[in-house]
């Protein structure tokens, strides 16, 4: 229930913001609609990447990589999400990244002498 109120609110302050003419809302409208939806996720996805890099280029030089996303997190999701899951996401994926590596180096052994 906490996170659907939350919601409700930045909705309520994204309208308040909106300085759009009906036109140009009803254009841009249109303009999504038209997209298929590999487009849409594509920009969608492009958006969340600029603001993650706009954070990121914020946060002081030094932190290890757990403590960057946890920062990460919480300047995107503070509203959104109780700090212990914000926390949980910071570790684990500061831990599933080693795991990554190895994983991916492993299927990179395997393709090499697939092609011995």
């Given at each position: 229930?906490?996170?659907?109120a939350?919601r409700?609110?930045v909705?309520?302050r994204?309208d308040?913001m909106?300085?759009?003419?009906?036109?140009i809302?009803?254009?841009?409208?249109?303009?999504?609609?038209?997209m298929t939806?590999?487009?849409?996720w594509?920009?969608?996805s492009?958006?969340?990447?600029t603001?993650?890099?706009?954070?990121?280029?914020?946060?002081?030089?030094?932190?290890?990589t757990?403590e960057?996303?946890?920062?990460?997190a919480?300047?995107?999701?503070?509203?959104?999400l109780?700090?212990?899951a914000?926390?949980a996401h910071?570790k684990?994926?500061?831990s599933?990244?080693?795991?990554?590596?190895?994983?991916l180096a492993?299927?990179?052994?395997?393709?090499?002498?697939?092609?011995r």
């Amino acid at each position: 229930m906490g996170a659907k109120a939350r919601r409700h609110v930045v909705a309520q302050r994204a309208d308040a913001m909106n300085d759009s003419s009906a036109e140009i809302l009803k254009a841009v409208a249109d303009r999504h609609r038209s997209m298929t939806p590999e487009e849409r996720w594509l920009a969608a996805s492009s958006l969340f990447e600029t603001a993650r890099k706009i954070v990121e280029s914020s946060l002081p030089s030094g932190l290890t990589t757990e403590e960057r996303r946890l920062a990460v997190a919480r300047r995107l999701y503070q509203n959104e999400l109780p700090e212990a899951a914000l926390i949980a996401h910071a570790k684990y994926v500061d831990s599933g990244t080693a795991a990554c590596t190895s994983a991916l180096a492993s299927s990179d052994e395997a393709r090499e002498g697939d092609l011995r």
